[in-house]
């Protein structure tokens, strides 16, 4: 579903990696609920189960005549109509009558959906990418490139003036154009494509199409957000969208395969929009223990471009950089998919900050710089890190426009490097490194340096499909590889594949006792060391990762 390979039109840029090894992790399908209920969402489960009686948005799929066909048989209330089914409210009976229906496959929650929340373009070699000092790359700064922000709405601010195309609202408010009474929105278009001298964006030559979804409170709803990534896919053309920044989230209630969040997601990737999301800050509790399996939705699809947190420590250079302690580990709960796929700077980031916003007042403290509408804000978390990326990825996009969305994936990640002391479930491929993905592309050196600084490159691309997760590990060679249209597999045909028994569910317990140690795969000789190794210290439990009260706290986190 999701292909890594490069397409032909981009045949003629020379790959200088070679394929060492390939493995893929086989993940068992899980199997299907009996036939007397529709597949639903945990939450919906968890609320027939407690015979909670009230009132909920229950999100179902069908055309516009199906829909009223249901309406009328339940009495449910048509609140929303979406693209491919609509928002019914209806309550505790009608849900369990609605769940027993033979017209009804599946059900999702219309649960809320929150901002994930930071250091700089250096740091990530933007500043190279600007300058045109990369070798066979001319410079860039995301001129031409739309990046749809799907947010809390963006602000008036002297570092986006002009460069606002579109305000659409989603929220159903009466709010004014231009406004963004929550905060997050403005901050995360301000690391994109901010064109202030003091704190730039990664692109600030990228215009923003500003699709507001989240109220002054700082939540929203599945269903907004789901009608505005289809609407940035059915203007795509008239704004020039390439780009989707999904820096919110909400708790991971069902398989992809059935989340409607997750569904939109894949038809924005099926045509052609690269898709950025925040894994979430759910990388600890309270009391400080690492948690597993926190990556949110719509995070958790194979089509999105997941995006973890690094502290850079406020220095551009690399070797002191370490992970976020907040920034949320794989693999993806219920479907057991790796994720993230990179990292990238989301501690103390300062950008545009939206006057007298929710956020703006409650935390005078993270306020910097300036007044009004040239004021500035400190952030963290991996809101901001998936804003570094969308800006990344409009500067590769201005490069070469012909670039799918799995390319830029997969140049991303392989240009990226491995962060000391994480493995796969924290940084992924590894973290960010634009410059090199530029002059990678253009066919000239595979690594680029950061802040004086010699980066090598971790080489490591994660390809999913339905059923598994494949990663691959390239290294530097002196012999060009060209990519000649061929997919990943007929050019690396030989692959190493676990079987099913190796499976990732709730069941699991994970222990040094499972794989994960330096007698199997992940020893020095690959990329890993047993920095992957899982062991009780670390913690997989429902009651403690998917409680609201722990998922939408810490939201302005400082590592």
């Known amino acids: 579903m999701v292909k890594p390979s490069l397409s032909r039109g981009v045949a003629r840029g020379v790959l200088a990696l070679s394929a060492l090894a390939v493995f893929g992790i086989a993940i068992a399908v899980p199997a299907e609920a009996g036939p007397k209920r529709a597949r639903m969402s945990r939450d919906l489960a968890q609320r027939i189960a407690a015979g909670d009686g009230s009132t909920t948005g229950v999100i179902v799929a069908g055309t516009p005549e199906e829909i009223q066909t249901l309406a009328l048989r339940y009495g449910a209330r048509i609140a929303k109509h979406l693209r491919n089914g609509a928002v019914l409210e209806v309550t505790g009976g009608q849900l369990d009558a609605l769940s027993q229906d033979p017209d009804v496959a599946h059900l999702s929650g219309d649960v809320p959906v929150r901002r994930m929340m930071a250091a700089t373009t250096a740091a990530i070699g933007a500043d190279q990418a600007w300058r045109g000092v990369l070798e066979g790359v001319a410079g860039v700064t995301g001129r031409g490139v739309g990046v749809a922000i799907i947010d809390s709405g963006v602000a008036v601010h002297r570092d986006l003036a002009g460069r606002i195309v579109a305000d659409v609202d989603f ?30 964006g990664v692109a600030p030559g990228a215009h923003i199409v500003n699709l507001r979804a989240i109220g002054a409170d700082g939540t929203g709803t599945t269903s907004s957000v789901i009608a505005a990534i289809d609407w940035a896919v059915e203007h795509r053309a008239r704004y020039d969208i390439r780009v989707i920044n999904l820096s919110l989230g909400h708790p991971v209630f069902e398989s992809w395969r059935d989340d409607p969040l997750c569904q939109a997601v894949q038809r924005a990737y099926d045509a052609g929009l690269l898709v950025v999301a925040a894994a979430g800050n759910l990388g600890k509790t309270e009391d400080g223990r690492p948690v597993v399996g926190g990556i949110v939705s719509p995070g958790n699809s194979p089509a999105a471009l997941t995006v973890g947190a690094i502290n850079t420590r406020g220095t551009a250079q690399r070797s002191d950089d370490v992970m976020a302690t907040y ?24 950008s545009a900050a939206a006057f007298n916003s929710t956020l703006a007042q409650s935390h005078p403290d993270r306020v910097v710089a300036g007044y009004g509408a040239t004021s500035y804000m400190e952030m963290s978390g991996t809101s901001m890190s998936a804003a ?3 800006g990344a990825a409009a500067l590769l996009l201005e490069s070469r426009p012909e670039l799918a969305p799995a390319d830029v994936k997969l140049l991303l990640q392989l240009t990226s490097s491995r962060v000391p002391g994480a493995g796969l479930i924290e940084a992924g491929a ?8 530029l002059t990678l592309v253009e066919g000239g050196a595979v690594s680029a340096p950061i802040a004086g600084e010699a980066v090598a490159i971790s ?24 990519w000649t249209g061929l997919s990943s597999e007929e050019l690396h045909p030989n692959s190493l594949v676990w079987t099913n028994s190796l499976v990732w569910t709730n069941s699991l317990v994970w222990t040094n006792s499972l794989v994960w140690t330096n007698s199997l ?10 920095s992957l190794v899982w062991t009780n210290s670390l913690v997989w439990t429902n009651s403690l990762v998917w409680t609201n009260s722990l998922v939408w706290t810490n939201a302005l986190i400082e590592d």
């Open 171 to 200: 929220t159903g408010s009466t709010g004014r154009a231009g406004a963004d009474g929550y905060g997050h929105g403005t901050h995360v278009a301000g690391i994109i494509a901010g064109s202030g001298t003091s704190y730039a």
């Open 327 to 350: 920034s949320s580990r794989g693999p993806t709960a219920i479907d057991g998919v790796i994720k993230p796929e990179v990292v990238a700077p989301g501690n103390r980031l300062v």
């Open 388 to 390: 570094v990326v969308s």
């Open 430 to 437: 590894g973290s960010l490194n634009v410059a090199a993905a």
């Open 459 to 482: 080489g490591l691309h994660l390809e999913h499909s339905d059923t598994s997760t494949t990663i691959r590990l390239f290294s530097e060679d002196n012999t060009p590889v060209l």
């Open 521 to 530: 795969v992940w020893t020095n000789s690959l990329v890993w060391t047993n």
